[in-house]
Structures are given as structure tokens and as C-alpha cells.
């Protein structure tokens, strides 16, 4: 294992607490990106401000920074949105206190994902300050990550295109390891699509149900059937896909009344061997399947495409950078939920590797210290390997 140290002016566990401090619930930019712009102007980055906002929606401020004019070019890409804290009664320090203590740093955001942003800051000043970059190093940094993902890496990733400005790699630092740190790298995602199936009736009293028409049973059976089918067997690189019922509404407060209409909610994870096309076509076969003279009508919303980053020099250098620093060889990974690399991948090659993620979210969210500064060595460790 080697030394972990960050030979650096920039002391990633110190920036991190700094970040923690600015309480940037999403849209909220709360100071995060100031103290980033700062910082990275003080290295030498190019940083230009992104605010985007749409009708009906919040407005977010972004930050995309950029060292260099050349290829190759990597990209760090995360965001300092944070989701909310909560009962702060429950929590052991103020939230955005950005507390060290009992070797960790704790705060709302340690985790996911501000710990990793100062990481790759210090890291990015080390690999600078050691050696004569020969190409590019940039920040795509959202403040829309953890809310609805429309003004965010989206929007700055189309303004990326008109600009000309073309990224060879990217890591999105989400906290992917389950244990500890060295555990696990991600180089793909499922598909995700949300589903609402409507089932229409006529509204009656219980008693008279001749004079109604219960849609209830017809949904029943429909979602049954849905939830029944086994969609694969999964792949070499992802497990099998999964559907899961989420919900089934009939919004019927009263115990004597059949309902005019009922809902069904569920969501399918889904791998490689569909895509939002088949996966979509799947669907309507099997609802069609169950349906009965009351017929159905069916709402679909992808939020997110299956992707794989296949194993090359990029995944070859960032694990053995994470094994040169921990001693672990992490796993590659498509398992967990979707982030903002749905949609860096269609502009380029994204894995993910950051903190560990048991913490995320909750309360009294904490890293340790020593982690902290370990990533820093293999963002490190990856930057020199990168432009070797």
C-alpha cells in the first residue's frame, strides 16, 4: 500500500469541510461553487459559469472548468447539490458544520459527493504541480444532480457541443464503493423506465355494483401479470433485469363506494439486452396480454438509457491506480441506481468511482478522513498514468 499523503497545497479533507459548509439543498448554490471557481482559478483553470432554468422548473447554477487546450482530455464530473438533511435534532453536529472528529469528516454531502470533488481538486493540483500536463483537465460540476436532473449536466453538456469542446474521458466521482474504499468501480448502468397503468371504470355504490363498473380486479390482474414475467437472465457484464411494483392507487376514501378509476406505478432496471425501444414494446405486449374489455392506458418515462464503458486503458488504468493506493483490485461493476453518467455517455467513454456510499443520504453522513486522502492519491495516481 503506498503512501497517502497528497503532495500538494491543497488539502482535500480541509476543501471538503469548506464545501460541507455551504448548504447547497438542491437548486440551491449556497457558496459551493464560488469556493470551487476560486480555487480552481487559483490553479489555472479556465472556469466559466453555466446557470440554466426552464419554465416550470428551478433555476441551477453550474460550473465547467477547464485546464488546457489539447488532447487528450479527461473530465472529472460530480455535482455540490445535496439532498435534504431532515430532522437536524437527529443529527450528533450541525450538518453543514463540516465536523472533524473521531478521524472523519462529517456533514451533509461527505459522501455524495463533495469528499470526492476536493479529492480530485487536490489531485489535479499535485499531478500540475509534479509534471508538465500534455493535454486537458476539466470540471463539469452540476448543481442539479440530486433533483430533477433538468438544468444540470444536461443543459452543460449541450452548451459542451456548441463550444466545440470535445472530452475523451470522464469520471463521475459518485460514491461507489460498498465497503471500503478499492471495492468497486462502476463502467456501465441499467435502463431505468417508470410505468403508470390506468384502468377506467364507472363509479357505483358497493351494493349495487350491476350499476358500476369496478376497475379494481382489472388492475389487479393486469399488474399481476407484469410483475410475473422474468424479463432475462442477465448478461456477462449486468444481472437480470428486474420489474418492481410500486405502487397501486385507487385514492378511495370511503368503504362503500367502487371506485371510477385505479392506478398502478412500477419501475423496470434493465439490462443490455433491451434498450428503451424493445423495453417499451415489451411492455405494452404483456399489459395487452391481461387486459380485459375495460382496456388500459399506459404513461412510460425513461429516465435513463443502459449503458457499458468496455474494459480498456482508461478502466486499466484507474483500477490499477486504485489498487496501487489501497491494495485492493476493485470490481468492475453496472449494479446500483442511475447518476448523471446517463447522460455523459453519449458524448463519451464514463466510469464512476468515488467514496464509500454507506452513508449517503442519511443521517450524520461521514467519511473517514483517511479515505478522503486516498482518493486523492488515485485520482492522482490516474492522472499521472493517464497523460504518461
Known amino acids: 500500500m503506498s503512501d497517502t499523503s497528497t503532495p500538494a497545497n491543497i488539502d482535500p479533507v480541509e476543501l471538503a469541510a469548506q464545501l460541507i459548509r455551504c448548504p447547497s439543498v438542491t437548486p440551491a448554490e449556497a457558496g459551493a461553487l464560488d469556493l470551487l471557481q476560486q480555487v480552481l482559478t487559483g490553479l489555472g483553470f479556465r ?63 461527505a459522501a455524495d459527493m463533495k469528499g470526492a470533488i476536493a479529492a480530485f481538486v487536490a489531485a489535479a493540483a499535485a499531478h500540475c504541480a509534479s509534471q508538465e500536463t500534455a493535454g486537458s483537465i476539466s470540471f463539469l460540476i452540476t448543481g442539479d444532480e440530486e433533483g430533477p436532473s433538468i438544468n444540470g449536466t444536461r443543459k452543460m453538456l449541450g452548451w459542451l457541443e456548441e463550444q466545440g469542446e470535445i472530452i475523451d474521458d470522464c469520471v463521475v466521482g459518485e460514491p ?96 443490455d439486452h433491451w434498450d428503451a425501444d424493445k ?11 391481461a387486459a380485459g374489455p375495460a382496456g388500459y392506458e399506459l404513461d412510460l418515462a425513461h429516465t435513463g438509457d443502459c449503458f457499458l464503458t468496455e474494459p480498456g486503458p482508461f478502466v486499466e488504468t484507474l483500477s490499477a491506480a486504485v489498487e496501487e493506493v489501497t491494495g485492493r483490485a476493485p470490481t468492475l461493476s453496472t449494479s446500483g441506481g442511475t447518476s448523471d453518467a446517463r447522460f455523459i455517455k453519449n458524448i463519451t467513454r464514463v466510469v464512476e468511482f468515488g467514496l464509500v456510499g454507506k452513508t449517503m443520504h442519511k443521517v450524520d453522513e461521514h467519511v473517514p478522513v483517511d479515505d478522503i486522502r486516498q482518493l486523492a492519491k488515485i485520482y492522482e495516481k490516474l492522472l499521472d498514468g493517464y497523460f504518461a
Open 279 to 289: 423495453i417499451s414494446a415489451w411492455i405494452g405486449a404483456r399489459l395487452d396480454e
Open 176 to 271: 461507489t464503493n460498498p465497503d471500503v474504499l478499492g471495492d468497486m468501480i462502476k463502467i456501465g448502468r441499467r435502463g431505468s423506465v417508470n410505468g403508470v397503468v390506468t384502468v377506467n371504470g364507472t363509479q357505483g355504490h358497493v351494493a349495487y355494483p350491476h350499476l358500476a363498473e369496478n376497475p379494481v380486479p382489472q388492475l389487479v390482474q393486469i399488474m399481476a401479470h407484469l410483475a410475473a414475467a422474468t424479463l432475462d437472465d442477465g448478461s456477462d457484464h449486468f444481472q437480470p433485469s428486474n420489474l418492481e411494483i410500486t405502487s397501486i392507487d385507487v385514492a378511495n376514501q370511503a368503504t362503500n363506494v367502487i371506485p371510477a378509476a385505479a392506478e398502478g406505478r412500477f419501475n423496470i432496471r434493465y439490462n
Open 47 to 109: 472556469c466559466t459559469r453555466l446557470p440554466f432554468e426552464e419554465t416550470g422548473t428551478a433555476p441551477v447554477d453550474n460550473l465547467y472548468a477547464r485546464l488546457g487546450t489539447q488532447g487528450p482530455h479527461i473530465c472529472f464530473a460530480g455535482h455540490t447539490d445535496v439532498v435534504p438533511v431532515g430532522a437536524t435534532d437527529d443529527w450528533q453536529d450541525d450538518p453543514f458544520s463540516g465536523a472533524i472528529r473521531d478521524q472523519a469528516l462529517w456533514g451533509r454531502g
